[in-house]
């Protein structure tokens, strides 16, 4: 399967016309027709589902679409990192973050990149540690920097020292906010939100005495960012990182876990991974701003 039979592929699908994806790739019908029956009988599955006036793609076919995208993205960031000049360093790098506290990291080393590298494109993406995870895996993301608990064993990766404690965000006019801490007894009786993330679940059953079944746990989370807002307009109370979340939202509240639950920030990446120009350089400057 060849790269160009797969950009041939994404042009049908996005203009939903072989006469007018021919036209778009300059090359006429019968030709390009010819080339997706190829690429049919090559994978043994159909790929379209052809009406009078409009082709949608079958099953089979988004599943390709998805993958094509993926491949086709994979190849471009290939060949411009290969292109990239050391004296005129051009090139993209993707870092993923999952905290406002990595994220003040990044942007850090952002400015400080852009004005001795001005022609490099940073893309930063937010979400949750297993979110970053899985897009470095994947090589959609170069690196990031997630929290703790992560799996080890699959990453190099650099501890960032700061430390970040486990608390409840809630409303000042809840009754718990009379408090200096919570007590798994105390969360015992509310109403609760939760990160989504599997691995910080078992944590924090840990801290209840192995069963988080024991708190009233009424939904999940990935944004932070807006949990002031969530937790101000619900009422609800919210497992949370202190400076995870937007601390300049009037009428809500922290009070840290008792006994406390400390995590760090982690800048991870994939084993054995060889890096572009760009890329390196980043993650050096990256990695000094971290270590400070």
Not at 93 to 121: D, N, Y
Not at 145 to 170: A, Q, R
Not at 220 to 244: D, G, R
Request: some cysteine; proline content about 3%; aromatic content about 8%.
């Amino acid at each position: 399967m060849e790269i160009r039979t797969l950009q041939y592929f994404l042009t049908i699908a996005r203009e939903k016309n072989i006469s007018k994806a021919a036209e778009y790739l300059h090359m006429t019908q019968p030709t390009l027709s010819r080339q997706m029956k190829e690429l049919e009988e090559q994978l043994g599955k159909q790929l379209f589902t052809r009406g009078n006036r409009q082709i949608s793609l079958t099953d089979e076919g988004m599943i390709l679409k998805k993958r094509a995208e993926e491949i086709i993205s994979i190849v471009e960031r290939a060949e411009a990192e290969v292109r990239a000049n050391e004296e005129l360093l051009t090139g993209d790098i993707h870092v993923g973050c999952t905290e406002k506290i990595g994220l003040k990291h990044i942007a850090q080393s952002l400015a400080l990149m852009q004005e001795k590298h001005p022609f490099v494109r940073v893309h930063i993406k937010y979400g949750s540690t297993e979110d970053i995870s899985s897009q470095i895996e994947k090589s959609e993301l170069d690196f990031g920097i997630v929290i703790e608990p992560v799996d080890f064993m699959k990453y190099d990766y650099l501890k960032i020292t700061h430390s970040h404690t486990w608390g409840v965000l809630m409303s000042q006019e809840s009754p718990l906010s009379q408090l200096e801490y919570i007590t798994a007894d105390d969360l015992r009786q509310v109403s609760l939100l939760c990160p989504s993330q599997e691995l910080v679940k078992n944590e924090i059953a840990g801290w209840v005495g192995g069963n988080q079944r024991k708190l009233n746990i009424v939904g999940t989370y990935n944004f932070p960012f807006a949990l002031s807002s969530l937790v101000k307009e619900s009422h609800l109370y919210a497992l949370c990182f202190e400076q995870s979340f937007d601390d300049a939202m009037d009428n809500v509240c922290f009070r840290p876990l008792t006994p406390a639950i400390e995590e760090n920030m982690v800048f991870i990446w994939r084993k054995y991974q060889v890096f572009s120009k760009p890329i390196e350089i980043f993650m050096n400057m990256l990695k000094e701003k971290v270590q400070k």
